[in-house]
Structure formats: structure tokens, C-alpha cells
């Protein structure tokens, strides 16, 4: 089986935003590629962040991000629960980062993924067996192709 690549919603919403033309670029092509691949995976954290930011930012866009989101559910999104949350605490714990960030690392280590694509924590970290990419740093091809 293909590595999954568990997606932070930062990267989501770089693919509706067109205000940083590079990002959103970036974005659309990880977007594509996931899709295609069907190796995306999410949690309802990344969703429910997705849309908060979307619906504050745009409040016209309500609809289409929920319609993004429902098709969203394809990826399998992971339920924050106490066993994600347990893991969440001890990886903050050990790695010293955020709290969301942990529990962000927790679902996708939940998810079996072996990639983590997100601008919000440092390229190239393992967070054991979770890999973080930088989808503004990194091509869509050298992670899926692999």
C-alpha cells in the first residue's frame, strides 16, 4: 500500500484562497494529487478548522465549504476520542509543541499515515513514524509518485 498523507487544514484553505497566488497554487496541486491518489486523510478537528476560518473569512462561501467538507468525508476523517487525546498530551509533552498541533500528530499517527502536510510544524520532523512535509516546499509528485 501507498503512504497516506494526513492533511492539516491550513493547506485546505490555501486551496480556496487565492490571496497568496504561490500557496494557492501549491495548495490546489496537493489537493488534485490527493484526490487522485485517494490518499488523503483528515480528522474533524482539520474540518471543523477548516470551516471556521472559511465562514469567518467569507461568509458568502458557507455553502460551498460545507459541500467541500461532505466530500471531505471520503478521506476517512479520525474522531478526536480518549484514546487521540491521550496521545495528543504525550506527544506535546515529549515534542513540546501545541496543543493542537498535538492532537493534529495524534489523528494522523491514528490514521496510519506516514506523511503530515502542514506549514505549521518543522519540515522534515518524525514524530514517531509521522513525517511533517511542507506542501509550500515541497512537489506533490515527490511524495506520491513515491
Same mark, same amino acid.
Given at each position: 500500500m501507498t503512504a497516506l498523507v494526513f492533511v492539516d487544514s491550513n493547506v485546505l484553505i490555501y486551496a480556496i484562497d487565492e490571496g497568496n497566488p504561490k500557496k494557492h497554487e501549491a495548495a490546489k496541486l496537493w !489537493?488534485?494529487?490527493? /484526490?487522485? &491518489?485517494? *490518499?488523503? *486523510? +483528515? &480528522? =474533524? @478537528? +482539520?474540518? @471543523?478548522? =477548516?470551516?471556521?476560518? +472559511?465562514? !469567518?473569512? /467569507?461568509?458568502?462561501? !458557507?455553502d460551498q465549504v460545507q459541500a467541500e467538507i461532505r466530500s471531505l468525508f471520503s478521506w476517512h476523517p479520525v474522531a478526536i476520542d480518549a484514546e487521540i487525546l491521550e496521545s495528543g498530551w504525550q506527544l506535546q509533552e515529549r515534542y513540546k509543541i501545541s496543543f493542537w498541533d498535538s492532537l493534529i500528530v495524534a489523528a494522523a499517527k491514528a490514521a496510519s499515515c506516514r506523511y503530515l502536510l502542514t506549514e505549521d510544524l518543522q519540515a522534515d520532523q518524525d514524530f514517531e513514524g509521522v513525517t511533517v512535509v511542507d506542501p509550500f516546499r515541497c512537489d506533490p509528485a515527490e511524495i506520491l509518485q513515491a
Open positions: !489537493r488534485a494529487g490527493l /484526490w487522485k &491518489s485517494r *490518499r488523503g *486523510r +483528515v &480528522s =474533524f @478537528q +482539520v474540518l @471543523q478548522e =477548516f470551516y471556521a476560518n +472559511v465562514t !469567518r473569512k /467569507w461568509p458568502p462561501a !458557507r
